[in-house]
């Protein structure tokens, strides 16, 4: 079981920035396909950003605002968010993905963005 800790959440005003951190408990961090998703109350899961192999991916409505990274080094995902808007308000969950049967997700983080 891989224990995945995130942290860089918070309340901040439009046009601020934050720097998610996920750090996964595992030594084959490498191996993974990893990503970013959000939840916003009363709305499903959408994914925000994720890395497969050299392969970046981005939800449409986050492009050229945030920037996913990982460092194999540290086991450690991030998520840079530029720019941030009222509509980015969700709790952000990291998750690992190898197989349906290493499927890992943590804990989330709340992002408000408020005025």
């Known amino acids: 079981q891989v224990q995945l800790v995130e942290s860089g959440g918070g309340l901040v005003q439009p046009g601020d920035s934050l720097r998610l951190s996920c750090v996964a408990s595992?030594?084959?961090?490498?191996?993974?396909?990893v990503g970013w998703y959000r939840q916003a109350p009363g709305r499903t899961r959408e994914l925000v950003a994720r890395?497969?192999?050299?392969?970046?991916k981005y939800a449409d409505s986050v492009k050229g605002r945030f920037t996913i990274s990982r460092d194999d080094a540290k086991a450690t995902v991030y998520l840079q968010m530029d720019s941030l808007k009222p509509q980015d308000t969700a709790v952000y969950y990291c998750?690992?993905?190898?197989?349906?049967?290493?499927?890992?997700w943590g804990q989330g983080t709340q992002v408000t963005v408020s005025s």
């Open positions: 998750n690992l993905f190898l197989s349906d049967a290493l499927d890992f």
């Open positions: 595992t030594n084959i961090f490498s191996s993974y396909i």
């Open positions: 890395i497969s192999g050299g392969d970046l």
